[in-house]
């Protein structure tokens, strides 16, 4: 059974870095390319980065290219979102989600603290 386990939310300060992690089980996690998301209720999910299965390729979108970092742990079957320079519009829930499998993660909460 495919599973998908954010952690890693809370309160940010403006300025501020928060690291989210997906630890994942039930599939074979280094073939797979992982993406993050995020979605403030009443909108639609965001696509804010994605990660090939051997992390050769990544790509961000516009709003947070340059400030969070997608990286992953094959050992580990985790992968992982840092988050820098955080502004109070990134105040957003949080899901990873695999694209070929079609199965997200609860998602976790980031909170501006401002």
């Known amino acids: 059974q495919v599973q998908l386990v954010e952690s890693g939310g809370g309160l940010v300060q403006p300025g501020g870095s928060l690291r989210l992690s997906c630890e994942t089980s039930g599939f074979t996690f280094s073939q797979y390319t992982m993406t993050w998301h995020r979605q403030v209720p009443g909108k639609e999910r965001e696509l804010v980065a994605t990660?090939?299965?051997?992390?050769?390729?990544?790509h961000y979108s516009d709003s947070v290219k340059a400030r969070f970092t997608i990286s992953r742990d094959n050992d580990a079957d985790t992968v992982y979102l840092q988050m820098d320079s955080l502004k109070p519009e990134d105040s957003d829930v949080y899901y990873c989600?695999?694209?070929?499998?079609?199965?997200w993660g609860q998602g976790t909460q980031i909170t501006d603290s401002s």
């Open positions: 990660i090939n299965a051997d992390s050769t390729s990544t």
């Open positions: 989600y695999a694209p070929y499998l079609y199965h």
